[in-house]
């Protein structure tokens, strides 16, 4: 399993960018696909978007064109590109294989204030 630890959350302003890191461990990490999730109050944890273990991308409607999912397998760390920032864009986000198989983090907290 992959355990990972998100930073680079907090508050964004409307039409802004956020970057999110995830620092993960596991020796198995760059053969894993993961993912970036985000969770808002009061509804489920959803996936927003994924990276194979070649590179290979996909993304939620919701993210799409605006979001970018990107890995460095030698820092084992998984990164999210925000931009163009939404008050819907506010979640706490988390990373984790894909599917999530692996022990939940704590999270980074991400608010989009207009």
């Known amino acids: 399993q992959v355990h990972s630890v998100e930073s680079g959350g907090g508050l964004g302003q409307v039409g802004g960018e956020l970057r999110l890191s995830c620092a993960a461990s596991g020796s198995i990490f760059s053969i894993k696909p993961m993912g970036w999730y985000r969770q808002a109050p009061g509804k489920q944890r959803d996936l927003v978007a994924r990276?194979?273990?070649?590179?290979?991308?996909s993304y939620a409607d919701s993210v799409k064109g605006r979001f970018t999912i990107s890995r460095d397998n030698a820092k084992i760390t998984v990164y999210l590109e925000m931009n163009s920032l939404k008050p819907e864009d506010t979640a706490v986000y988390y990373c984790?294989?894909?599917?999530?198989?692996?022990?939940w983090g704590q999270g980074t907290q991400v608010t989009v204030s207009s």
């Open positions: 990276i194979s273990s070649s590179g290979s991308t």
């Open positions: 984790n294989e894909v599917p999530p198989t692996a022990p």
